[in-house]
Every structure is written in structure tokens, then in C-alpha cells.
Nanobody, 124 residues
Framework: VQLQACGGGLVHTGDSLKLSCVGS????????MAWFRQAPGKEREIVAAISWTGGSRWYVDSVKGRFTISRDDARNMVYLEMNSLKPEDTATYYCAAAGTYYSCRLEAYEYDYWGQGTKVTVSS
């Protein structure tokens, strides 16, 4: 079972990026998924989470109104669309999938599967 994230890069303040994460080895259709990030010297934090139906989404306050999490179960994928990027968004972004939880989960230990990370750098 594997998650593969991509889409990171070097952008300027105010730019947009869309991260993608594809799962393989099992279907993630019926579980919660999320994006976390870890900036240099900081702890990993959750950025956004989405329930198994996509009907419930959660965002950390610092990205509300700028980031959108979505999922495409037919493709076993989760996305993070990031707009109006700021230097403080600079981090390595990780996608994650829960093993059994259906609703949005906010703690890293609640996710059983992790992508390898994709780096986002926002220059000022």
C-alpha cells in the first residue's frame, strides 16, 4: 500500500499550486484523508482533512479561504489546491489516509498511510 504525492515546487508569494496524491495497493474510498505539512525546525501539523464522502472538510485556521482539499475516489486520489501562497506556507507536504476512520481526523496517529512528501517553497 502506497501513497505518492506530487505537485510541489518553488513559487512566489501570491501564486498557486495544486498538490496531488494517488493511492495504490488498496482503495481509500471509504476512509478519511488529509494533508499535513512540516516546516524546517517545526513539528508536523495538519493542514486539511476530508471525510470519506467528501461532505465534511476541515482546515487549519492559517489556510482557511486559501486552500481547498478534495478527493476523487474513482482515481484513488486526494488533492490540495493552494492559492494566495505565503512564505509561511513553505514546508514539505504529506498526504495521509486513515485505515478505518470515516470522518475527518486531526491527529497524525489516526492516519495509517503516508505519502513521501512534496516540498513547497514560497519566496517573498
Amino acid at each position: 500500500v502506497q501513497l505518492q504525492a506530487c505537485g510541489g515546487g518553488l513559487v512566489h508569494t501570491g501564486d498557486s499550486l495544486k498538490l496531488s496524491c494517488v493511492g495504490s495497493g488498496r482503495s481509500f474510498r471509504r476512509v478519511a484523508m488529509a494533508w499535513f505539512r512540516q516546516a524546517p525546525g517545526k513539528e508536523r501539523e495538519i493542514v486539511a482533512a476530508i471525510s470519506w464522502t467528501g461532505g465534511s472538510r476541515w482546515y487549519v485556521d492559517s489556510v482557511k479561504g486559501r486552500f481547498t482539499i478534495s478527493r476523487d475516489d474513482a482515481r484513488n486520489m486526494v488533492y490540495l489546491e493552494m492559492n494566495s501562497l505565503k512564505p509561511e506556507d513553505t514546508a514539505t507536504y504529506y498526504c495521509a489516509a486513515a485505515g478505518t476512520y470515516y470522518s475527518c481526523r486531526l491527529e497524525a496517529y489516526e492516519y495509517d498511510y503516508w505519502g513521501q512528501g512534496t516540498k513547497v517553497t514560497v519566496s517573498s
